[in-house]
């Protein structure tokens, strides 16, 4: 089966003035298209500096990392910006939704910057609201949803553009455990659909719900197992 990531001796320092502070100190990795990956660590351990060179948002200082086939380990600016459009979509803890955007403008948003037009972006827009169970509440603006369904909205706008990589940093952070729980189910459905899903959490019930957990410790991978029950063959 074809990875749809793969990273070879990742490495990512940050410098503050003389002084270098090693967070990824060689990462391997190899994650299937279509497979449901929890990433877990503590805190510190480097999962949003991984999540972040994953999606495109940051490079590594040193190491490769093939996506989709494509080398984007030294990418700059405009050519990263354009495989992070065209291949990723990113769910955050915050939500990052513009408060005032309905649920459907801002999932359409990426679609206005792709320039699609407005007929097309509604329609898109709602197919994935549909998707995520929120077609009744797309007139509704964040502060009248809930913490849940305003990450259903992220997760729909991360999906607008058809993206076949889901990257999402603690997502369910700020939700309840029963929220959590829906969540992980539109993840699973998502991934059901033929997308990759990659999700950082610190709970070890939400992470089971995945179908391999990757956990890092101070930089590296300590442990990387799929559930018995899943087959997945490499
Ligand atoms: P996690 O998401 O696992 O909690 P992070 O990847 O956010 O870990 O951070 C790993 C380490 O890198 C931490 O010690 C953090 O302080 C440091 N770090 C993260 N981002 C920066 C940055 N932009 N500049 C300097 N240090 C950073
Ligand atoms: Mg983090």
Do not use: W
Request: with cysteine; aromatic share 4%.
């Amino acid at each position: 089966m074809k990875s749809i990531i793969h990273l070879e001796e990742i490495r990512k320092s940050y410098f503050m003035g003389r002084q270098e502070i090693r967070v990824l100190k060689g990462i391997n990795l190899d994650i299937l298209k279509n497979e449901y990956v929890a990433l877990m660590g503590p805190s510190g351990s480097g999962k949003s500096t991984l999540m972040n060179i994953l999606g495109c948002l940051d490079t590594p200082t040193a190491g490769k990392y093939i996506l989709n086939g494509q080398d984007v380990s030294k990418m700059v600016d405009d050519s990263l910006a354009e495989v992070r459009n065209s291949e990723i979509g990113f769910v955050f803890q915050q939500f990052n939704l513009l408060p005032r955007l309905t649920a459907l403008e801002n999932v359409a948003l990426p679609l206005v910057y792709a320039g699609v037009p407005k007929k097309q972006r509604t329609e898109m827009a709602m197919e994935v609201i549909q998707k995520v169970g929120l077609e009744e509440r797309s007139h509704h603006k964040p502060n009248e949803l809930s913490g849940g369904q305003n990450q259903r909205v992220a997760i729909a706008r991360a999906l607008v553009n058809s993206p076949s990589l889901i990257l999402a940093d603690e997502p369910t952070g700020n939700l309840d455990t029963k929220t959590s729980i829906e969540i992980m189910d539109i993840f699973g459905k998502i991934q059901e659909s033929g997308n990759t899903v990659v999700l950082v959490t610190h709970e070890e019930d939400i992470a089971n719900h995945a179908h391999r957990i990757v956990r890092l410790r101070d930089g590296v991978i300590e442990s990387d197992k799929r559930r018995s029950d899943q087959l997945v063959t490499v």
